[in-house]
């Protein structure tokens, strides 16, 4: 399952780049707490997935955003 290989490239990414290094270091924290949560890493590979497809298009961003306003204000999307 891992690959040092592409986890030494990842550490140089990391190393030379202050905004990928804080990505990268928010995915091993999370991912962490996510095991100790029980989490597959099939679930955490889908809500990765999710979060790169919304953060490749500004159209699901926005959506994502106006999602999170409603449910600030307390509303509820749901058909009934």
């Known amino acids: 399952m891992l ?3 592409k986890m ?3 550490i140089k990414k990391a190393a ?3 905004e990928w290094r804080k990505v990268f270091d928010g995915f091993m924290v999370m991912s962490q707490k996510a095991s100790m ?4 890493v099939e679930e955490m590979a889908s809500v990765c997935m999710m979060g790169y497809v919304v953060g490749s298009d500004p159209k699901l961003q926005e959506m994502v955003q106006n999602i999170e306003k409603i449910n600030n ?3 509820d999307i749901v058909d009934k």
């Open 37 to 40: 949560l029980g989490w597959t």
């Open 3 to 5: 690959d040092d290989e």
């Open 16 to 18: 030379s780049d202050p």
């Open 73 to 75: 204000l307390g509303l």
């Open 8 to 10: 030494n490239e990842l």
